[in-house]
């Protein structure tokens, strides 16, 4: 093994762990810039109005510099158009979006309905407020919450991994991560961070499916919103403002979820591999990367870096 080697691959690029090491240094020193460029005054502004105290401001920066290393990676190292982490025009398509948000949204919405059927999940009251106000809140705040998880699981972290290692093993090592991300929310437990780590294997296999970054994004933000806006429930032990009622646990913890809200229960873990199974049916082996659909963006792709930008 020579010195080059080490860093670059027999296709004449960097190699996949050294991207990915560069590519979270952008992150870092774009996420300061843009910190220290914009008046704090005007991230309270925008805590203000899509989260209160949620954090929405640190969430938009964070967002923003993973957008700005993708750029930057995909352009100037990798030298590859956004299809390589399923960005392109194409996979962001209406009737994609539409499948995404479905897949996000089914798997949690009819466990839990059932759960509330069989007196396992419970309304109680709470304070007054406007219905509408807190669904709108809610519904910007989940949306921007759900780009920065997907962009950093599996986003250009995920594709590189592929190169390296292969899909499976990089759908498997970033669904870990996916779980492990949660680890510290309030009431997590090695149930509900396997159920959310089993979700990103969901995630990965949607991405992996339907060729778009996108459609995983609507899914998680489905996923999320059906907690969050309908149910009034928790969402991974947090809760968001949730006028006039909520939805509790009255039922065993491990169908549940207990207090880390019905995504971290078994009913939620059956609804996901009931879409994973919806997505095997659809696809095969290539909803685990074991056989690749071919198209020329692929084909561009696996033959090394071209000397043109991202499209």
């Known amino acids: 093994m020579t010195a080059r080697s080490v860093f670059i691959a027999a296709d004449g690029r960097i190699r996949a762990g050294w991207r990915i090491l560069l590519f979270f240094i952008l992150v870092l020193i774009v996420g300061r810039i843009i910190g220290a460029v914009i008046p704090k005054s005007a991230w309270r502004g925008i805590d203000g109005v899509l989260g ?14 993973l957008v700005a290393a993708h750029a930057i990676m995909l352009r100037w190292v990798d030298r590859v158009p956004w299809s390589y982490v399923w960005l392109n025009k194409e996979a962001a ?11 996000g949204a089914l798997p949690i919405l009819v466990p839990s309905l059932l759960l509330f059927g069989v007196g396992w999940l419970a309304t109680i009251p709470s304070a007054h407020g406007s219905w509408w106000f807190a669904a709108t809140e809610v519904t910007l705040f989940l949306m921007l919450a759900a780009m920065p998880e997907e962009l950093l699981s599996r986003g250009y972290m995920f594709a590189a991994m592929r190169d390296g290692m292969g899909a499976t093993a990089a759908l498997l090592i970033t669904s870990i991560g996916f779980g492990l991300l949660h680890l510290f929310n309030p009431g997590a437990d090695a149930r509900s961070v396997t159920v959310v780590a089993l979700s990103g294997l969901f995630l990965g296999a949607i991405v992996l499916v339907t060729r778009s970054l996108y459609a995983a994004w609507m899914s998680h933000w489905a996923w999320n919103w059906v907690m969050g806006v309908p149910l009034h429930t928790f969402i991974s032990g947090r809760t968001l403002p949730h006028p006039d009622y909520q939805i509790v646990d009255a039922g065993p913890d491990w169908i549940t979820g207990g207090v880390w809200g019905p995504e971290g229960g078994i009913g939620a873990a059956l609804g996901i591999l009931t879409g994973m199974g919806y997505l095997y049916w659809r696809s095969g082996p290539t909803m685990f990367g074991l056989r690749r659909p071919t198209s020329s963006a692929e084909s561009t792709v696996r033959s090394g870096p071209t000397t043109t930008g991202p499209t």
């Open 52 to 65: 209160r105290d949620a954090g929405a401001s640190s969430t938009l920066v964070l967002t923003l510099a």
């Open 93 to 103: 398509r209406p009737r994609i979006l539409a499948l995404g948000w479905l897949l």
